[in-house]
């Protein structure tokens, strides 16, 4: 199949929709299975000739930089087989797959989302003409297996949109080469879907097992298959997916769109068009009919009518419309990083969903818009744009930061004899004269309960469900602990003048560091030097239990 006309691009978007159709219900068959599902059978299948070929039979290790050789050796092998295929490929073809399939997943997703979280009700499923049979299927499975596997349909999600971002990566080792490659078809979707899934594996594991979670973490390749000596079924992963999963559901009680008008000036300067532009042009309904015509999944356009398009709809100016297709336009990803995970690319298709396809035009789709902007707004409230770092510190401060130490506050302060937050600066009468006491570390919030003081530390940092996320949790809480040890130091040393003030008598002192959401460190080897590691989520229940 050449792509020729419009009615080629949208079969094969079609082709892409129910091959990731297939990909679900392959994943939820496994799910009721004692066998491994389709991902894992491969990836055993294509490791096991490297490790032969080297003689890594019986091999075990619990030497870092001897297990990060053997990952990513195997890494290669894998690697230079998806380059093979990527390359043969026809590249037009290609990326119209590429784009259509996370396009789709997006979408699905979302529902699958609504759906575990009780937004989207069966009945409204059932006579919905917006969702085909099979998806209907999807959905209804994912609402009557929520309370138990609703970890895993999440997983899903985060696994499959790195599988595309790999394979886009890998895109641009092909897409400039002058031979037209061969004809894509089902065999060589699902060659290319199981080649980036087993890289993924790959990256997942090594980045696990290297990252500080176990003290001492090993592997042994034991028939082909490598294992961990720590944990061999690998369950502390599921344990540590479904607990992330849970206190995930806490992220709405944290964002606010204030943070985002407060920001926006700033972002405006930078970026040159506002937020308000691009909810504006993806609100509204008719770009909801241009975005989704006929149920397309993308659209092809050139650039000066994307530029109209955003115009129109945005009522904004020719310079903003191009700024905003500039900021939101994938970047060329053709660099070496093929042993790196995909959340380190600096653009990714789920937040740069303006892909450049050839001849000035430009592959479009509303879904990833959509959740582009969501992704934009949370990289916002939490100081993570690169042009706005640190140009509004005091604004994050203040109304994010302190709003989740209010929200502690609040959750603790029936439990506490006292409780207060925001510490720095306190008055106390000594010898009938008022001093002045300043700690040179403001403690976020402070509690007294039965000749204790509890101190408490909130750290609301943005995590990701990835064994590269567990490692970034592990580096930060490790930095974390340090930083807090130091505001330790000073409560010891104020003891005296805290407890005049305070009025209430202490013998002993309770670190506590307090996460929005479910931290993999509390779970991990990792020496917290006697500092209490708990989540928001857990934070009621703990404070019940203290003694």
């Avoid at 980036?196 to 980045?207: H, K, P, T, V």
């Avoid at 990714?348 to 303006?354: A, L, N, Q, T």
């Avoid at 140009?391 to 989740?404: D, I, Y």
Wanted: some cysteine; proline content about 1%; glycine content about 4%.
């Amino acid at each position: 199949m050449r792509l020729n006309s419009i009615t080629d691009y949208e079969t094969l978007a079609c082709i892409s929709t129910e091959f990731y159709k297939g990909v679900l219900f392959a994943k939820f068959w496994g799910l009721n299975s004692e066998d491994d599902n389709f991902v894992f059978r491969k990836f055993k299948v294509l490791i096991a000739e490297p490790i032969k070929d080297l003689g890594l039979s019986n091999f075990r290790s619990g030497n870092k930089k001897e297990i990060v050789s053997i990952y990513n050796t195997i890494i290669d092998y894998i690697s230079n087989k998806l380059k093979e295929v990527i390359v043969s490929s026809d590249q037009d073809q290609l990326v119209i797959f590429l784009y259509s399939v996370a396009s789709y997943m997006t979408k699905i997703h979302y529902y699958m989302e609504l759906s575990i979280n009780g937004s989207l009700l069966p009945e409204k499923i059932l006579h919905s003409e917006f969702f085909d049979e099979d998806e209907k299927k999807i959905l209804f499975y994912v609402i009557g297996n929520k309370d138990r596997l609703s970890h895993l349909f999440r997983s899903f999600k985060g696994f499959d949109k790195a599988i595309i971002q790999t394979l886009l990566y890998y895109y641009g080792f092909g897409r400039n080469k002058s031979i037209r490659g061969e004809s894509l078809n089902l065999k060589s979707f699902s060659d290319l879907y199981e080649l980036a899934a087993s890289l993924i594996i790959l990256i997942n594991d090594r980045e696990f097992i290297t990252s500080g979670f176990y003290k001492n973490g090993q592997i042994h390749i034991i028939e082909n298959e490598i294992k961990f000596i720590n944990d061999l079924n690998k369950n502390k992963i599921e344990i540590l997916m479904k607990k992330m999963s849970e206190d995930s559901i806490q992220e709405n009680l944290f964002f606010d769109d204030s943070v985002i008008s407060a920001l926006e000036p700033e972002f405006n300067k930078e970026y040159g068009f506002k937020i308000k532009t691009i909810e504006k042009i993806f609100q509204n309904k008719s770009s909801s009919e241009i975005f989704n015509r006929k149920k397309m999944q993308v659209i092809v356009i050139e650039y000066k009518k994307l530029v109209e398009l955003l115009r129109k709809e945005g009522y904004c100016s020719k310079p903003e419309a191009e700024n905003i297709i500039k900021y939101f336009t994938l970047q060329d990803l053709s660099i070496d990083f093929i042993y790196d995970s995909s959340e380190k690319l600096k653009s990714r298709i789920f937040e740069h969903p303006i892909v450049e396809y050839k001849d000035q035009h430009y592959l479009l789709s509303y879904n990833l818009f959509r959740f582009a902007i969501d992704i934009l707004k949370t990289k916002m409230t939490y100081d993570l744009l690169d042009g706005c770092k640190n140009k509004n510190p005091r604004k994050v401060e203040k109304k994010v930061k302190e709003h989740f130490e209010k929200m502690v506050k609040e959750k603790i302060e029936r439990q506490m004899d006292y409780c207060t937050w925001n510490f720095q600066d306190f008055e106390i009468i000594n010898n009938g004269k008022k001093k002045r006491v300043h700690l040179n570390n403001q403690i976020d919030v402070i509690g007294v309960r039965g000749g204790k003081l509890y101190i408490f530390e909130c750290k609301d940092i943005y995590y990701k469900f990835t064994s590269t996320g567990v490692r970034s949790d592990i580096k930060k809480t490790i930095n974390f602990i340090k930083h807090f040890e130091g505001k330790i130091m000073q409560v010891n040393l104020y003891k005296k003048e805290l407890i005049n003030y305070l009025k209430c008598d202490f013998s002993e002192i309770v670190p506590v560091l307090v996460f929005k959401n479910y931290n993999s460190t509390q779970d991990s080897e990792v020496d917290t030097n006697g500092i209490q590691l708990v989540s928001y989520g857990q934070l009621q229940d703990w404070v019940r239990n203290l003694t």
